[in-house]
């Protein structure tokens, strides 16, 4: 009796081999897409954007769309921006410095942009998150200054643990 139920219980070992062995299974890969969906416009139709480095030196000058922000933008240009968090307003590595007149014209930075911003490298009055800065047509002719350094608390600020 008990030979006849190891026997029974190999052959549905067996068929459920043979059923996975056999099987197709149907993946879906996801399309793949630029980091923060950016789309480049049709050149002199977008918002013009200057990127300077710390030291005013012009790094490239490109066009964005309207609602785009400065961190989306800049790595669809390559512009060396780092956005540690990836825009979700955890860190300060998307930090600019943006003159006053066109600072004026953004939404007031809300509490957790703020507090962000405090742990920032070369904090100005001006300074702003880079993926909190939502463009309008209004900025078209920006300058956003990159600063000379970012804190990365992610990187600089580990200690490394025993496992």
Do not use: W
Request: with cysteine; glycine share 6%; net charge negative.
């Amino acid at each position: 009796m008990l030979a006849a139920l190891r026997a029974a219980q190999c052959r549905r070992a067996q068929c459920s081999l043979q059923r996975f062995a056999t099987s197709r299974r149907h993946l879906h890969p996801s399309v793949s897409l630029r980091h923060g969906n950016v789309t480049r416009p049709s050149p002199g139709t977008g918002i013009k954007i200057h990127f300077r480095d710390a030291k005013g030196d012009l790094v490239k000058t490109v066009e964005a769309n309207e609602g785009d922000d400065l961190l989306s933008i800049a790595h669809e240009y390559d512009i060396d921006l780092e956005g540690a968090c990836e825009g979700s307003v955890a860190c300060s590595t998307c930090h600019v410095i943006l003159p006053p007149e066109y600072y004026d014209l953004l939404p007031e930075p809300d509490d957790d942009e703020n507090d962000m911003l405090d742990m920032a490298f070369g904090l100005t009055d001006t300074s702003r998150l880079g993926c909190q800065v939502k463009l309008t047509r209004e900025l078209d002719g920006m300058t956003a200054t990159l600063p000379a350094a970012t804190r990365n608390m992610f990187v600089d600020g580990k200690k490394p643990t025993h496992h």
